[in-house]
């Protein structure tokens, strides 16, 4: 297998690989990069005494603010980080505990990304010396005119994440296109790996009310009989061969039923006609207004204000009729009738 990314990639795109596109066990590969980022720059050698108090604080301040959205997680670890806040535990205790069970895997995996590695911001020197040794990559890293977004990206990206977990969908479906000009910065690689999009069907539900989001017919997010939805990407999947971005994001999926998305005259691989755009951008708008988890994901993705995410579909629109000019774009076999 390929590397993910070259390992002459710029250091900071390939810090953020690690932060955007690792896979995280319970999130501590975001504690352990905000730790690592607000080390100074004395000595290379961070006993893992010396770590565990930033590494576990992160955690516990987090915990703080997303305590709903991480309960599920089952972590003996987490537990004592809730501990801590609640003043069940000294300080002393938290750091015992951090010792014991804090670094199990994320030391370990820190640098996996996609099951290749990235260079190393730190080496792993516990059997030596109980330590960690960082590199000089690190150090150029805290020392560039980045380090402080890297420290907000960090943030974000945790936050996000938590997003995913707490309404029940796959974390990749939340990414967010690179964009050097914005505050927040994102790298996103389309399609490295298959991405759940069946994870996201309660979400779209909740705007759809069960119902087909191009013929209106009645659906169902169950699984196994006739009304069972899909979840539909709007600018179909085809086009991401051709170099368009964000095919998974959750402002392209929707839900439809069968006989849309399969079947005789079913829209497979069809751009969809131009008189669902619109309702595509109020759908995303829905999301943004009533202050959904997905709110930020979305603005992040498509716009910040109603006149840009409106342009922003209409740019997809135009770039997607280049890819398939001339083709007569799919309209639903019959449409039912609406009840708004
Ligand atoms: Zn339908």
């Known amino acids: 297998m390929t590397g993910f990314l070259e390992n002459s990639a710029p250091l900071d795109t390939q810090w953020r690989s690690i932060i955007l596109l690792g896979n995280n066990v319970a999130s501590y590969k975001f504690s352990l990069g905000?730790?690592?980022?607000?080390?100074?720059?004395?000595?290379?050698?961070i006993s893992l005494e010396e770590l565990s108090l930033p590494f576990a604080?992160?955690?516990?301040n987090h915990l703080k603010?997303?305590?709903?959205?991480i309960t599920s997680t089952s972590s003996k670890f987490l537990d004592a980080c809730r501990k801590f806040n609640n003043e069940e535990l000294t300080l002393d205790q938290l750091k015992e505990e951090t010792l014991k069970r804090g670094f199990a895997n994320?030391?370990?995996?820190?640098?996996?990304?996609?099951?290749?590695?990235?260079?190393?911001?730190?080496?792993d020197t516990r059997k030596e010396n109980q330590s960690i040794t960082l590199t000089d990559n690190l150090f150029h890293l805290i020392q560039s005119d980045q380090h402080q977004n890297l420290i907000r990206e960090v943030g974000s990206r945790w936050n996000l994440w938590e997003t995913a977990i707490s309404i029940g969908i796959s974390p990749h479906l939340l990414e967010i296109q690179?964009?050097?000009?914005?505050?927040?910065?994102?790298?996103i690689k389309d399609n490295i790996e298959r991405v759940d999009v069946t994870s996201c069907k309660d979400s779209l539900n909740g705007y759809q009310k069960g119902k087909c989001f191009y013929c209106d017919r009645y659906i169902t997010i169950l699984n196994g009989n006739e009304f069972s939805c899909d979840?539909?990407?709007?600018?179909?999947?085809v086009l991401s061969n051709f170099g368009?971005?964000?095919?998974?994001?959750?402002?392209?999926?929707?839900l439809a039923c069968q006989n849309c998305n399969r079947g005789v005259g079913g829209k497979f691989e069809q751009l969809p006609h131009i008189s669902f755009l619109t309702k595509l951008n109020n759908r995303n708008n829905f999301y943004i207004e009533s202050h959904h988890p997905l709110r930020?994901?979305?603005?992040?993705?498509?716009?910040?204000?109603?006149?840009?995410?409106?342009?922003?579909?209409?740019?997809?629109?135009?770039e997607a009729l280049s890819i398939f000019p001339g083709k007569e774009k799919w309209t639903p076999k019959e449409q039912m009738h609406k009840h708004e």
């Open 34 to 45: 905000t730790a690592l980022l607000k080390l100074g720059t004395e000595k290379s050698t």
């Open 106 to 123: 994320v030391i370990d995996a820190f640098h996996n990304v996609h099951r290749s590695e990235v260079s190393r911001f730190f080496t």
């Open 65 to 69: 603010t997303h305590e709903k959205q």
């Open 178 to 187: 690179h964009d050097p000009a914005s505050e927040l910065l994102y790298i």
């Open 231 to 237: 979840v539909d990407h709007f600018f179909p999947h």
């Open 57 to 60: 604080q992160t955690i516990c």
């Open 296 to 318: 930020e994901t979305i603005i992040n993705q498509t716009g910040s204000n109603p006149e840009q995410r409106r342009s922003f579909l209409q740019k997809r629109y135009d």
């Open 244 to 254: 368009f971005k964000g095919i998974n994001q959750i402002w392209n999926l929707v």
